[in-house]
């Protein structure tokens, strides 16, 4: 009787600290995932961004004796945003290869935001609805790519959080959990504010800007 | 595009009360309670839900677009499985207003569509400072566009919650009717007591240190609770 109750108690400790392993095991795998999905739904809407600019070269070409310079920019913004390719489907550990990715893009934003500036000379190109439908589509992409940015940030903080600290620390070297890399907000506009008075609902917490 | 600015202090205004809700006391009582009770029943009918808020003015230093998505997100506006919510915010004072449409909705209202709206049906009124007239054609181009897109279950969000806690609210009703009889009965023995009878239901508006007051309220107002839907940035903002 005596020899089965030790059994037990080694074998029902084993089973604990199997089950609390797992558990966190699980924990980080699905954190894992989490970053993974919203890294993916970053590179969707930039995506979408660079599928829309075939579409506004074509249309603001096409009205007379617009300034080309701000075209030729865009385009070539658009090129070296496709040479900064990372993997879709995993969030980046690198944090440098994440910020040429970050500013690629961030070329993109200003020489799109200069080609609408530019645009106010053209009244009658902005009184086209193929242009203003561009110009919606273009805004509403860039109101996606801040959101799933901030997005992803707080997945990445989450992840990196649980892999700091115990226990699930100690399956990181394990298993070789790697921590992801964030974006970096680079005009204010990108980041949530640092202080949020919100009666109790949190939207997107303000992710810390550096790991 | 995203404006520059700097982070500050921003107010997310706490989850409101009805569907349509003036804080800006721009609106006629009668009209705000029309709208109201439209879009409770658009949500019985499709599911969606459709949220429009007016307030006197922006309580962030943020771009109008971040502002209202971090709303229309922390309002949890929309079925979380559908995720189909639309955010109609109107800051009055600023000549600013943003449509929010939830991720479900993105292919049935894109932001085209959404643009077309608010500038070409709702802004044209709102610079004549007719404000009923802008929302009345706005919600109503803006559910036009999402019906169809899912069906509803006759319920709004709040009243299926409700009928989860019906059984305790029956008889805690019986128990409050019960205590009401005997409080009468003894009054009569006194003789002096006077029933003096109870205000219609309460529909919170809220106040804050921010000197919002609440706008909408009645009777037979139909409630709102988020369903938890979420806002990935879709749908159009700007000024009038």
Known sequence: MNRFSLGSVVAGLAIIFGFTGCGSYNRLVTLEQNANKKWADVQSVYQRRADLIPNLVNTVSGAANFEKSTLTEVTNARASVGRVQLDPNKAPTDAAQLQQFQAAQGQLSSALSRLLVVSENYPQLRATEAFQNLQAQLEGTENRISVERNNYNTAVQDLNTALET????????MFGFKPRAFFQSQSGAEKAPSVNFNFGNSPAPSPAASP | ????????????????????????????????????????????????????????????????????????????????DRRNGVVVLVFVQDHKMSIQVGYGLEGALPDVTAFDIRTRHIQPHFRNGDYEGGLAEGIDLVCKAIRGEYTGLGKTDREKRGNAAGGAGLLGFLIFMIVLLMFIRI??????????????????????????????????????????????????????
């Open chain 1, 166 to 173: 115990f226990p699930t620390n100690m399956l990181n070297k």
């Open chain 2, 1 to 80: 595009m995203s404006a520059v600015c700097a982070h500050a202090a921003e107010i997310i205004p706490p989850k409101p009360a009805g569907y349509f809700n003036d804080y800006a006391g721009v609106v006629s009582k009668s009209a705000a309670v029309r709208f109201n009770e439209q879009l409770a029943q658009f949500e019985r009918e499709t599911s969606d839900q459709v949220v429009v808020a007016l307030f006197p003015k922006m309580e962030s230093e943020s771009s109008l677009d971040d502002y209202a998505q971090r709303i229309a997100q922390a309002w949890q506006v929309g079925q979380k």
């Open chain 2, 187 to 240: 009054g009569r023995r006194r003789g002096g007591f006077a029933y003096s009878g109870f205000g219609g239901p309460y529909v919170g508006g809220w106040s804050s240190g921010s000197g919002w007051s609440s706008g909408t309220s009645g009777g037979g107002f139909s409630g709102f609770s988020g369903g938890g839907g979420s806002f990935g940035g879709g749908g159009s903002s700007g000024s009038w």
